[in-house]
């Protein structure tokens, strides 16, 4: 009877842990543009299927990249229960391509929310150091109301050329992440526009603030790297677009997510991809629940 109880307690702690678990993302999900209309890759026909895949794999919360102001609203009818944060990095308002946090209402409290510009300048919209265009970065502070713990959760997108910006960038998030966040749990998720040979990520990943999810995941499901330009054939080894998270949260698996759909044109069907970027899903428990 005594092991029976034991069996009974084991089970329920491993119910509760599975059902607290957070499922998180980073997508870049390319702006509209008509260049890639025309190339038979416009965002009508992407975003409802970027959108079924955030419903099938059941992201809890996710940082998004280059989305602009009509796509936000494309997404937000696409996505009922979610609420989003952000804000346009080229007036802070609605201008220029947002780096917004997506959640479930239902699951997450909003407490705070922020954002800061990547630069020398944090508090307008300016080109940090070298860079070639404007960065922002979206940060909040949420209240899991499944297991009533805390943490904050940062989205951005880093410069794509310019490398001292990357540097900049990565040292900037570290202050910034001490400043705010005291010693709460901290997810940031992006596109990092680097790889993890650079310098810029091993700022972060070698901090003992932050370490990337793809190390320490148990179950990892990485076919190509996280670029795809749109060639659903591609097959590449670079992983520019990360989750990094606080050392009280344990990685239970890892993947990048190369769904695809198919479209038909000039009576040809052809694999797409909803993105130019595959976007990247960890699992994650509360420290916690992973003892």
């Not at 080229?90 to 201008?95: L, Q, S, V």
């Amino acid at each position: 009877m005594r092991h029976l109880v034991l069996y009974l307690i084991l089970c329920l702690a491993f119910v509760q842990a599975e059902a607290q678990s957070l499922r998180v993302a980073s997508y870049n999900i390319r702006n509209a543009n008509p260049q890639d209309a025309e190339a038979g890759n416009g965002w009508e026909r992407r975003y409802p299927v970027i959108a079924d895949m955030v419903l099938f794999h059941d992201f809890d919360i996710f940082g998004a990249q280059e989305v602009l102001h009509s796509q936000l609203e494309d997404m937000l009818e696409a996505l009922p229960g979610y609420g989003f944060i952000g804000v346009g990095r080229d007036d802070g308002k609605t201008k220029g391509e947002y780096s917004p946090i997506f959640f479930k209402t239902s699951r997450f409290r909003l407490l705070e929310s922020g954002h800061f510009w990547l630069g020398e300048d944090t508090g307008h919209p300016v080109k940090g150091w070298d860079a070639a265009c404007v960065r922002i970065c979206t940060y909040g502070h949420f209240l899991d109301r499944e297991s009533h713990k805390r943490f904050w959760f940062f989205s951005l997108h880093t410069d794509h050329k310019g490398k001292i910006a990357q540097e900049e960038s990565s040292k900037l998030l570290l202050r910034k992440i001490e400043e705010i966040c005291d010693e709460d749990r901290v997810i940031l998720t992006g596109d990092f526009n680097v790889g993890d040979t650079s310098t810029a990520y091993r700022i972060l990943n070698e901090s003992g603030i932050l370490h990337d999810t793809y190390d320490t995941a148990p179950i990892k499901l990485e076919t190509t790297g996280t670029e795809n330009w749109f060639d659903p054939d591609v097959r590449t080894s670079r992983k520019i677009d990360h989750i990094f998270i606080s050392p009280d949260f344990k990685v239970l698996r890892y993947g990048i997510l190369t769904d695809t759909y198919r479209s038909e044109t000039d009576g040809k069907v052809r694999a797409r991809t909803p993105s130019d970027h595959f976007p990247v899903m960890v699992e994650l428990v509360y420290d916690k629940q992973s003892q």
